[in-house]
């Protein structure tokens, strides 16, 4: 398995330009999620999604669009890009397992955005 | 805003020493996660302790959770500079809902 997968590892945007950063997990996992990594934050929360077709907001949501038309990719589409998007993005997807208890979560290596 | 809060920021200790970490959170959890994070690399994750859990052991780490002061604990023992990295904890709540980080404390081991 490759595990969970990233595309770009690094992107330069100009404000006001789009762009989907991509995500893919061969995990079979029902549950993807985005985070956005800023130094001395630790992680927050973007977009997630519990399955095929259906995404939710996280804490931090204002700016980004997701879908979830497949079981497999989760991507992220930033909408027009602002120097506050200036980040480093991380996929995550976890199989829920039993119960309702959130389990464990797999990273890709995560994207290097900078909005200048 | 942020649940999971992780004491020291940073800490520093020489090869072979032990190294304790604290998590502290705010609202009731199902579960607690520990993640490494090495420098310009994504996270890995260490260990999942859940809500009905004391102290978990995985090789060289050792996890506690109180729940009833809402914190828990990771201990790494015997520490290598390849443990250098920054450890977060996470918070799960309800599935498919929020899994909140801390800021997380940046170990060095020094050799």
């Known amino acids: 398995n490759a595990g969970v997968t990233q595309t770009p590892k690094f992107q330069v945007l100009k404000t006001g330009q789009s762009m989907t950063l991509q995500c893919a997990q061969d995990m079979n996992h029902e549950y993807m999620s985005w985070y956005r990594q800023d130094p001395g934050m630790g992680l927050r929360l973007i977009h997630y999604s519990v399955g095929a077709g259906i995404t939710d907001q996280g804490e931090v949501p204002n700016g980004y669009n997701v879908s979830r038309s497949t079981t497999e990719d989760f991507p992220l589409r930033l909408l027009s890009a602002a120097p506050s998007q200036t980040s480093v993005y991380f996929c995550a997807s976890s199989y829920p397992g039993l119960g309702t208890s959130t389990d464990t979560q797999y990273f890709g290596p995560g994207t290097r955005l900078t909005v200048l | ?111």
Not at chain 2, 7 to 26: F, H, R, V, W
Request: net charge positive; with cysteine; aromatic share 6%.
């Open chain 2, 1 to 111: 805003s942020q649940q999971g809060e992780e004491d020291p920021q940073a800490l520093s200790i020489q090869e072979g020493e032990n190294a304790t970490m604290n998590c502290s959170y705010k609202t009731s959890i199902n579960n607690l996660q520990w993640y490494r994070q090495n420098s310009g690399r994504g996270l890995v994750h260490l260990i999942l302790i859940r809500s009905n859990e004391r102290e978990k052991h995985s090789g060289r780490l050792r996890v506690t959770l109180d729940t009833s002061k809402k914190s828990s604990s990771l201990l790494i023992t015997a520490s290598r500079a390849a443990d250098t990295a920054s450890y977060f904890c996470a918070t799960g709540s309800n599935y498919g809902q929020n899994i909140v980080f801390g800021p997380g404390t940046r170990l060095s081991v020094l050799p």
